[in-house]
């Protein structure tokens, strides 16, 4: 273990995530720093993994019986050194420190691939939106932007959605934030359309996903059309993925979500989509729900005592883990490569286990990480700050066209990065090197602050 990664496991002990993401940034950007001797006179490594700021604080809120309930809130700026902090806020039980600071610096090297400004955080809480009642998600969100207001601003720091955020919660951020700072700025993306939103934003990152694995097949002379793939998740990632592998001729035959997952043999069709954005979208219902409608569906139950999760063994070509960190273990990496898969496109942040990476990189399968290939849901945030910024908006034909060259780009930088430090196609290098260096430059261009 390098010295650094001690020091930091020593600081913080119980951030499991955090070290993790810090480990795969840290090894695999051993040869710049050899190439760069003053990196280390600099501490990069150490400046790069302290975050600028965290904020933490008290978010009570009232349910719709009248009792109180605390929930913790957070708002990690990780770093600024080429844009403002930019990055999602994540609701879900699950949220802590670790988690964030993880997603955080994510966010910084996926930002910097993006070619547009921005640097990096993430927020959210341990809040759980599901059986909530809009009024209550309301007086949540209110609660939160009470405080959380104050940290943010359209040059300093831009939230967006995430697990447990979508169109509805940017609203009542929205709403708040503007009433507290009486103004109305682009202080959020994700928004919807009639009120500063951009066309494409919530199909961006499934989209961007989808377009990235183009790319990577591509290299190979290969194409989605006629590839089943494995998706999990069901949510805003997982529904646009879908969307876009059956417009490129591709096949999904899984969805998921923490309950559970549907293995549709005969392939997810357009249909089948409508009603399951209806179900998660509006009826915010369980995908088990699915079988209701289309019997002949398989469901199977998650059930954590087991050493592997079933749907990553079916048959399939491609696979895009949408649901959340560290849902592909060696275990199931391993049931990938039995059955036939050979490219492994994340659509969520981390949801690969360093062991199963390794063993896509042992077997010289085709594996993007998420801070490559989901980048184009931040892409697309920045064209809506940008759209802002001049009072206009633009076509969802044109924002699609800049998504695409931007993923084609981001694309192109690992494969160039990779195969200047001697490790062609090794994306997870590639992405890393490329990032941390745009970012590490900047902050030394910058001084000392
Ligand atoms: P949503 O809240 O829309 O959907 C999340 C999906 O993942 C749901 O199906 C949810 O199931 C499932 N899920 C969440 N947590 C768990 C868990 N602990 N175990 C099993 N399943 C879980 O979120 P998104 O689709 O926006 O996000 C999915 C992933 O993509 C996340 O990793 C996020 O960080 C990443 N991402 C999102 C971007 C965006 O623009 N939204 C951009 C880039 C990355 P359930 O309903 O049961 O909780
Ligand atoms: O992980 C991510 O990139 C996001 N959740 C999107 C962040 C954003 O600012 O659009």
Request: aromatic share 8%.
């Amino acid at each position: 273990m390098t010295d650094i990664l001690k020091q930091i496991e020593d600081k913080d002990p119980g951030e499991k995530e955090f070290h993790q993401a810090v480990q795969e940034v840290i090894e695999t950007v051993q040869p710049v720093l050899d190439r760069n001797p003053q990196y280390r006179q600099d501490a990069v490594l150490e400046r790069i993994t302290e975050p600028e700021r965290a904020i933490m604080f008290r978010v009570p809120w009232m349910d719709d019986q009248g009792q109180v309930h605390v929930n913790r809130g957070f708002r990690i700026e990780m770093n600024s050194a080429i844009g403002p902090y930019k990055g999602g806020l994540r609701f879900h039980p699950s949220v802590n420190l670790s988690i964030l600071k993880f997603l955080a610096f994510e966010q910084v090297f996926k930002n910097a691939l993006t070619t547009l400004a921005m640097g990096g955080g993430k927020g959210g809480s341990d809040f759980d939106p599901k059986g909530k009642s809009d009024n209550e998600v309301m007086r949540f969100c209110q609660s939160f932007m009470s405080e959380l207001f104050r940290h943010i601003g359209p040059n300093t720091d831009v939230p967006a959605g995430d697990i447990g955020v979508g169109a509805r919660e940017i609203g009542y951020l929205f709403g708040m934030y503007k009433k507290l700072r009486n103004e109305f700025t682009g202080v959020l993306t994700g928004k919807s359309l009639g009120w500063g939103g951009s066309l494409i934003r919530p199909e961006a990152t499934g989209y961007g996903s989808v377009y990235f694995a183009a790319e990577m097949l591509a290299t190979q002379n290969e194409t989605l059309e006629g590839k089943t793939c494995l998706v999990s998740g069901s949510g805003n990632v997982a529904q646009h993925t879908l969307e876009k592998i059956i417009e490129l001729g591709g096949k999904v035959v899984t969805l998921s979500d923490s309950s559970g997952y549907i293995y549709d043999e005969e392939g997810i069709d357009t249909d089948k989509l409508v009603f399951v954005k209806r179900l998660k979208n509006i009826k915010r219902g369980r995908i088990s729900e699915y079988i209701d409608k289309y019997s002949e569906v398989v469901y199977t139950e998650a059930d954590t005592s087991l050493a592997y999760n079933p749907q990553w063994n079916h048959k399939a070509d491609c696979a895009f883990p949408s649901a959340t960190e560290n849902e592909i273990n060696a275990k199931n990496a391993a049931n990938l490569m039995k059955n036939g898969v050979r490219l492994v496109c994340e659509g969520a942040n981390m949801p690969c286990t360093p062991e199963a990476i390794n063993i896509f990189l042992d077997k010289k399968i085709q594996y993007a990480p998420g801070k490559a290939s989901n980048a184009g849901g931040v892409a697309v945030s920045g064209l809506e700050m940008a759209q802002n910024s001049m009072r206009l908006s633009w076509t969802a034909e044109e924002v699609d066209r800049r998504l695409k060259m931007i993923m084609k780009s981001i694309h192109q930088t690992c494969l160039d990065a990779a195969s200047e430090y001697g490790e062609p196609g090794n994306y997870m290098a590639g992405a890393n090197i490329a990032g941390f260096t745009k970012v590490v430059n900047a902050m030394l261009d910058q001084g000392l602050v």
